[in-house]
């Protein structure tokens, strides 16, 4: 027979909903809950308690909210808000991993969800598939707050989120070896989980931001072939906009550029440098003339549909092969300065356009 014992004398306790939490019905305030009992050793109980308490003061639009910590006969419980939804770990398996974007989507609402958290002092202490949920409105949940963290550090729950990430794209955790995907969430991806702690906190959110709505260089050519130069200039602007920030980028390479639904291209900020072979400059050196190459490498596939390659013309190029051929000079004596490269880059697109130059 279904137990319909109540809880604190409001909540009605009714099925399970997973091996540790059930549905409940709040009888004061008419609305059903999830509860979770916490199994903690009696002496970790008081603190255990504490914790959750301070996890219930957090409310963030991407965290399932704790609503309640009470005591009966001896044994804490969590009072959460019940969250309709699959978990991510349900959706992979039941399905099959998730698209980049909407992998992204999910890390978006997660980020955020730890990030306001940390801010007060909680830490989750134990992200996984299992615990974020996605909506019918394409949000993700993370619920699980108010569990004992076992004192782990807000990094921890970085690398926990890159583990999730990674089951979101790849169907497994990483193990001892993470996905080698070039493109840019699993590259983002492989640094957080670097034992030499995640990177910045601002690169890891600008990365996912830009995935969730915007894709890859690389991936547009691929699906609809080389771009019309005009739109290869406009690239390689929005591209120098990001390096004139200064200093040397070490990868600008085409599936590092991501364009937005207007065609706009930014560069995405890298966890580590790094470029492949076919987008690294041949002095192979870390200055700002190298990503002028690499920049010129770039600018080759997209107009050209593929990197340059030695003998090979241009086809597709048209006025702007001369500036190609500038960026891709052996000597970085040669190429042109950053702003040199805008102006010339702006000329051709009016020119291109049919405008006065």
Not at 155 to 175: C, I, K, M, N
């Amino acid at each position: 027979m279904a137990e319909t014992r109540k809880l604190h004398g409001r909540y009605r306790l009714l099925n399970p909903l997973g091996a540790s939490v059930r549905l409940a019905f709040d009888e004061v305030e008419h609305r059903d809950v999830a509860v979770r009992e916490l199994r903690v050793l009696p002496e970790l109980r008081e603190a255990a308690v504490d914790e959750a308490r301070r996890a219930a003061a957090l409310r963030h639009p991407f965290a399932v909210p704790v609503l309640d910590v009470l005591v009966e006969e001896g044994t804490p419980w969590l009072v959460m808000e019940f969250a309709s939804g699959v978990s991510l770990e349900q959706a992979v398996r039941a399905r099959r991993p998730l698209p980049v974007a909407q992998a992204a989507r999910a890390g978006v609402c997660v980020l955020a969800a730890l990030t306001a958290a940390h801010e007060t002092g909680v830490v989750h202490g134990r992200v996984d598939p299992g615990k974020v949920l996605l909506t019918t409105t394409g949000r993700a949940l993370l619920s699980g707050f108010g569990s004992p963290s076992l004192s782990v550090l807000p990094s921890a729950d970085l690398w926990s989120l890159a583990a999730t990430l990674h089951f979101a794209v790849e169907g497994r955790p990483p193990g001892q070896v993470p996905a080698a995907g070039a493109d840019p969430l699993r590259s983002l991806i492989r640094a957080m989980l670097h034992p030499s702690g995640p990177p910045p906190l601002e690169v890891v959110r600008e990365t996912l931001d830009r995935l969730a709505v915007d894709r890859p260089l690389d991936a547009v050519v691929a699906a609809s072939g080389p771009l019309p130069p005009a739109h290869v200039a406009a690239i390689g602007l929005g591209v120098l906009d990001r390096l004139a920030a200064g200093g040397f980028h070490g990868g600008v390479q085409p599936g590092n550029i991501l364009l937005d639904a207007d065609g706009r291209a930014r560069l995405l900020p890298l966890p580590h440098a790094g470029t492949f072979p076919a987008y690294t400059a041949p002095e192979a050196a870390p200055t700002p003339a190298a990503d002028l190459w690499s920049l010129g490498a770039t600018l080759h596939t997209a107009v050209e549909g593929a990197p340059p390659a030695p003998g090979a013309t241009l086809t597709r190029a048209g006025a702007l092969g001369p500036v190609l051929l500038r960026l891709l000079s052996a000597d970085p004596a040669r190429r042109p300065a950053p702003d040199e490269l805008r102006r010339e880059l702006r000329r051709e697109l009016r020119a291109i356009a049919g405008e006065p130059v």
